[in-house]
């Protein structure tokens, strides 16, 4: 269990917890000092969901997708192999419609943080909307690739009406847009195309973290990996994941629990108390309504669960949207961030050449793209988008004085 093979590379006591370890980590909670929680969540999360391999012939996504005579798996998540043929994509998409998972412990557990008005964001990689599934208001999760929770038109930017389109991605038919008739998708990220407006609103909010957890993800996605570089020295950063990743364990107070996500969360709950524990549980109850039965695809319940929020949701949105641009405008201001020409092409980089830049340099960057790397472990999550952003770019340097560098 997690408890059990904490580990970290630090080689000094932890300055902020007692231990590395889950007592510690829920006493720090149940703390005083611990009112802000920010949670990274990966395609480790969504795997117990039974959310299906990229390439694991056993699901039979890759033979569908080797049968439409991709050049290579990939090109199905290319933003110009999709204008130059859908297909592929729509025969994806009717696999992983939302409706046919339902959410696991783990994104129940993020529903009781923010029910116990604990969770400051949660920020994740994945395209399959189970946080919003599993309760969490749409102000409170931000979709870092995003998800399949909206559509427009490719060419012209209008919105596509989302019943319309789950029919006709259901039916095996090409969406085209009603005002230009281009080809319409779910607003996920694909390479070609830039992160969502979104994302670079909110890392700031991650300078008031009291706590970052970081679940089921490898961390060799940037921007997204660099998050964890933005919490403050001294908030315990602690790993829920299967292997060792990222730069967690370099700090004091980072802790690494090596095992399952919802293993790992029961564990933690257990040691919060019972009234966490039967939180959880019923959070998770819930989700039962998703679990699919036989020639059912979930389509009612999904559709009213996925509408956009509330206007009292949209204000605290809001709300949070202002604050974060004005730290924004402040950090741009002492950083003298400039700009970058529209036209400049995307810069890409290795894992390590991306998490170093971003930890030693100030640079200029234009916003870039998302896809699907060939060692993605889930195609419900462009786990594997290697891009170096300059919003994450501008918090990192902030932390960590730069030379100089440049991309």
Not at 208 to 234: C, K, M, N, R, Y
Request: include cysteine; glycine fraction near 6%; charged fraction near 30%.
């Amino acid at each position: 269990m997690g408890n059990e093979q904490s580990q970290g590379q630090h080689e000094g006591p932890p300055e902020v917890l007692e231990d590395r370890d889950i007592p510690s980590l829920a006493k720090y909670i149940k703390s005083d000092k611990c009112k802000n929680i920010f949670v990274m969540m990966g395609a480790g999360v969504s795997t117990s969901a039974g959310i299906p391999d990229f390439r694991s012939p056993e699901t039979g996504l890759y033979a569908n997708l080797q049968r439409l005579n991709l050049p290579y798996p990939e090109a199905v998540f290319e933003i110009n192999f999709f204008r130059e043929n859908p297909e592929p994509f729509y025969t994806l998409a009717k696999e992983l419609f939302p409706g046919k998972f339902r959410p696991t412990p783990t994104h129940s557990f993020v529903r009781v943080l923010h029910n116990r008005k604990l969770l400051g964001m949660c920020f994740t990689q994945n395209i399959d909307t189970l946080e919003r599934l599993a309760g969490l208001p749409e102000h409170a999760v931000v979709e870092a690739h995003g998800s399949f929770a909206d559509q427009h038109c490719i060419e012209c930017g209008a919105r596509y009406d989302a019943l319309k389109l789950r029919a006709q991605i259901l039916a095996g038919e090409i969406a085209y847009c009603y005002e230009c008739g281009g080809l319409v998708k779910p607003d996920i990220v694909f390479f070609g195309e830039s992160l969502p407006p979104r994302f670079h609103k909110t890392v700031g909010l991650l300078r008031s973290a009291d706590l970052l957890l970081v679940i089921g993800t490898s961390l060799t996605v940037h921007p997204f990996a660099s998050l964890t570089q933005l919490v403050p020295e001294g908030c315990p950063r602690v790993l829920v994941n299967m292997t060792p990743a990222g730069d967690i364990g370099e700090r004091a107070d980072d802790v690494t629990l090596l095992g399952r996500s919802d293993e790992v969360v029961r564990e933690l709950c257990a040691a919060l108390g019972d009234d966490w524990v039967q939180e959880l549980d019923a959070m998770w109850a819930e989700t039962a309504k998703y679990a699919q039965k036989d020639g059912e695809d979930g389509e009612a319940q999904v559709e009213t669960d996925t509408k956009t929020s509330t206007a009292e949701e949209r204000a605290q949105e809001k709300a949070v949207e202002d604050e974060v641009d004005k730290i924004t405008r402040e950090i741009e201001k002492s950083l003298q961030i400039g700009t970058v020409p529209k036209d400049e092409e995307p810069a890409t980089k290795t894992d390590s050449e991306a998490k170093s830049e971003a930890s030693a340099a100030v640079v200029e960057a234009p916003e870039t793209t998302s896809a699907l790397d060939e060692n993605a472990p889930a195609i419900i999550s462009t786990e594997k988008v290697e891009v170096v952003d300059a919003s994450v770019k501008a918090e990192v340097g902030e932390k960590k004085k730069p030379t100089e560098g440049k991309l």
